[in-house]
């Protein structure tokens, strides 16, 4: 039998679940694949994953998706590695660099701005980390996983998108969820569940082991920022987010090497 491909994101955050999976794939069942946000979301479109860990915005463009398992990337108020640095404050913007590894956290942002801080902005595109380097005199930068927890003191001002969701809402936010295109027996997904608890058992093991990679408190990380577990109130939240997608206007770009 083919072994089902399974994408995962390439983040700390997600650590836990690969711990889990991995027993999966050494009994020969998956071939796990790691890679950031976007490109798991585009492999799962493009058919080269089975089963993908996926930004939330995805889900309307996958006709044959489905939600599966029951553990997802989520925060209740502050997620830590979804912010929006400047070295002033956010009233006083012109323009805002856009982190290229998902999608999910820019719609995130324009909603934020419209609904919540009132303000608008242009949007510059990035296709590397390197425009973490032009956050400065007027613009902002926002910048998700990993190199958001490094980045969490760099800047003089942070805004913490899952904070700002959950002041405006009163909701968590659900960033990523399983997703699956082809068809998955009960057995298997029965075992994918219990693969991805089991790797939650390990989460103090695996915030020490990694403690020198970043500098953030990867037990307070995995404890109180992150939620992994996919509940109904979470479900109802991603609902509403995606509704609020829907009404939103194209982006107002300007090119990435303009100097703001």
């Known amino acids: 039998m083919d072994k089902i491909r399974v994408g995962i994101v390439n983040y700390l955050n997600t650590r836990p679940l ?30 080269k994953i089975d ?61 934020l701005l419209r609904d919540y801080w009132k303000k608008e902005v242009h949007f510059i595109p990035s296709s590397s980390s390197s425009y973490m380097d032009n956050i400065g005199e007027g613009s902002g930068g926002l910048v998700i996983g990993d190199r958001a927890l490094q980045a969490y003191d760099r800047f003089r001002f942070r805004y913490d998108l899952g904070e700002a969701w959950q002041q405006l809402t009163g909701l968590p936010f659900v960033f990523a969820v399983w997703v699956a295109v082809n068809p998955l027996s009960d057995n298997f997904v029965t075992k994918f569940i219990q693969a991805n608890e089991s790797g939650l058992r390990s989460k103090s093991t695996i915030a020490t082991e990694n403690a020198k990679l970043i500098n953030y408190d990867l037990h307070h990380y995995f404890t109180n920022n992150i939620d992994y577990r996919l509940t109904e109130e979470k479900k109802k939240a991603l609902d509403y987010f995606l509704s609020l997608c829907s009404t939103l206007s194209p982006l107002s770009l300007i090119p990435e090497s303009k100097n703001i």
Request: with cysteine; glycine share 8%.
């Open 51 to 111: 089963v993908g860990l996926v930004p939330v915005a995805i889900i309307p463009q996958l006709k044959q998706g489905r939600i599966i398992g029951s553990h997802c990337i989520a925060s209740y108020g502050a997620v830590a590695s979804v912010c929006l640095f400047s070295d002033q404050p956010i009233e006083t913007l012109d323009a805002i660099y856009l982190d290229y590894q998902s999608r999910t956290s820019v719609l995130l942002l324009q909603i």
């Open 18 to 47: 690969i711990k889990g999976l991995t027993q999966l794939a050494l009994e020969g069942e998956i071939l796990l694949t790691e890679n950031y946000p976007a490109q798991i979301a585009e492999e799962l479109m493009l058919g």
